[in-house]
């Protein structure tokens, strides 16, 4: 679908998020161990890897790390991205050591959508428990009392019989009560598993709009891209490899045609719109 033009104005005063992590990682201490940082930062900060680690390609260096698993990861996709029949025009033009930069940011994406997905569901799960917990609990109390009272007249029963024939009721009987004497006293928190909820609310964020606008300042200030060529490089990543987990592609313009613009709409919009105090921002861990 054809894109609406773009005003040159319209890109005035935009936070160039590498510029401003190329500045901030100046400042970042060495890792301790290869998962310290997102692999993106190690590949394109070399003096952030951990000691005796080389300052080559990224993958070089964790391959002489004994990390083969992880560089094979990342030779892998720089492949596929080169491979792909609309996603290799993202690797054209880039020196080596872009290339591996750019397989290391999308492996750092499908992460970050790993993870998305795992504390969505986590954060379901908590909401669902934290509301219909309190009911559960109170109708398996209910059932404890009535299991607990017939294991009590079951064992009086026994009890009144000859032991050849009730010795072993009576053990059980025994038994079980002391089993549900041991979960009679787990306590149900609504609270916990709410305030469990709010705070997966804070960090459960969709990765998509940041992955895009790193994906864009990375080929437009780190390559040296136009706005509108890092636009289209960042639409054909996302509909080639985003879309397994659940992101909807989106239109964008290859080529320039009359009265309309090379780009993606929905990616300008988003690196029109970013705020880096409304979003991630480049910390040092803790």
Same mark, same amino acid.
């Given at each position: 679908?054809?894109?609406?033009?773009?005003?040159?104005?319209?890109?005035?005063?935009?936070?160039?998020?590498?510029?401003?992590?190329?500045?901030?990682?100046?400042?970042?201490?060495?890792?301790?161990?290869?998962?310290?940082?997102?692999?993106?930062?190690?590949?394109?900060?070399?003096?952030?890897?951990?000691?005796?680690?080389?300052?080559?390609?990224?993958?070089?260096?964790?391959?002489?790390?004994?990390?083969?698993?992880? +560089? *094979?990861?990342? @030779? $892998?996709?720089?492949? =596929?991205? %080169?491979?792909?029949?609309?996603? /290799?025009?993202?690797?054209?033009? #880039?020196?080596?050591?872009?290339?591996?930069?750019?397989?290391?940011?999308?492996?750092?994406?499908?992460?970050?959508?790993?993870?998305?997905?795992?504390?969505?569901?986590?954060?379901?799960?908590?909401?669902?428990?934290?509301?219909?917990?309190?009911?559960?609990?109170?109708?398996?109390?209910?059932?404890?009392?009535?299991?607990?009272?017939?294991?009590?007249?079951?064992?009086?029963?026994?009890?009144?019989?000859?032991?050849?024939?009730?010795?072993?009721?009576?053990?059980? +009987? *025994?038994?079980? @009560? $002391?089993?549900?004497? =041991?979960? %009679?006293?787990?306590?149900?928190? /609504?609270?916990?598993?709410?305030? #469990?909820?709010?705070?997966?609310?804070?960090?459960?964020?969709?990765?998509?709009?940041?992955?895009?606008?790193?994906?864009?300042?990375?080929?437009?200030?780190?390559?040296?891209?136009?706005?509108?060529?890092?636009?289209?490089?960042?639409?054909?990543?996302?509909?080639?490899?985003?879309?397994?987990?659940?992101?909807?592609?989106?239109?964008?313009?290859?080529?320039?045609?009359?009265?309309?613009?090379?780009?993606?709409?929905?990616?300008?919009?988003?690196?029109?719109?970013?705020?880096?105090?409304?979003?991630?921002?480049?910390?040092?861990?803790?």
């Amino acid at each position: 679908m054809g894109q609406p033009a773009k005003s040159a104005s319209s890109r005035g005063n935009l936070f160039d998020w590498l510029k401003n992590l190329d500045k901030s990682a100046r400042k970042f201490h060495p890792a301790d161990g290869w998962w310290s940082y997102s692999l993106f930062l190690f590949a394109r900060y070399p003096h952030l890897r951990p000691r005796n680690a080389s300052q080559g390609r990224l993958d070089k260096a964790l391959q002489t790390s004994g990390c083969e698993s992880l +560089a *094979n990861l990342i @030779l $892998d996709w720089e492949k =596929r991205i %080169a491979a792909h029949a609309q996603a /290799k025009r993202a690797m054209e033009g #880039l020196t080596s050591e872009q290339r591996i930069q750019v397989a290391a940011m999308v492996v750092d994406t499908e992460t970050d959508y790993q993870n998305f997905a795992s504390r969505k569901s986590t954060r379901v799960w908590s909401q669902k428990l934290g509301k219909e917990g309190p009911g559960r609990k109170r109708m398996l109390a209910r059932k404890l009392e009535n299991a607990r009272r017939a294991l009590n007249e079951l064992r009086e029963y026994a009890t009144g019989l000859d032991a050849t024939l009730g010795h072993d009721y009576q053990m059980a +009987a *025994n038994d079980a @009560l $002391d089993s549900l004497a =041991r979960v %009679a006293g787990d306590v149900f928190s /609504k609270n916990y598993h709410l305030a #469990l909820y709010h705070d997966l609310c804070h960090i459960t964020e969709d990765p998509t709009t940041f992955a895009m606008i790193r994906l864009y300042w990375f080929f437009r200030s780190g390559c040296g891209q136009s706005g509108d060529e890092s636009e289209v490089r960042v639409a054909i990543i996302r509909n080639a490899f985003w879309t397994p987990f659940g992101v909807a592609p989106v239109d964008f313009l290859p080529q320039y045609q009359p009265g309309e613009s090379l780009g993606c709409q929905a990616v300008h919009e988003a690196v029109r719109r970013f705020h880096p105090h409304k979003a991630h921002r480049a910390k040092k861990p803790s």
